[in-house]
């Protein structure tokens, strides 16, 4: 069997220890929540990097939720004109008798 090794494409180590310091780089940040496409929870310490196709993922789901509420906005507030505008013509017609 063949072994996967990760390796960072900036040639950079997320987190290390010098002597009695930790170094640690900007961009490896603790991610905690569910995973968009599994529903597991998340709570672990990964490159912001790798992150990315997480959080887009997370990003559309919300983009979607969002346009289906305008959506709905939208047919409900062409609805509520048509009737006022149908009302607006009742009246017109009872003026004109």
Do not use: F
């Amino acid at each position: 069997m063949i072994k996967t090794e990760l390796t960072c494409p900036l040639g950079h180590t997320c987190q290390k220890v010098v002597g009695d310091v930790i170094q640690q780089c900007h961009w490896y940040i603790n991610l905690a929540g569910k995973n968009p496409q599994t529903g597991e929870p998340v709570d672990e310490y990964k490159c912001a990097i790798a992150w990315q196709p997480i959080l887009a993922i997370e990003g559309n789901g919300l983009l979607n939720g969002t346009n289906a509420s305008v959506q709905s906005l939208r047919n409900e507030t062409v609805k509520r004109q048509d009737e006022a505008l149908q009302v607006v013509r009742n009246v017109q017609t009872i003026e004109s008798k």
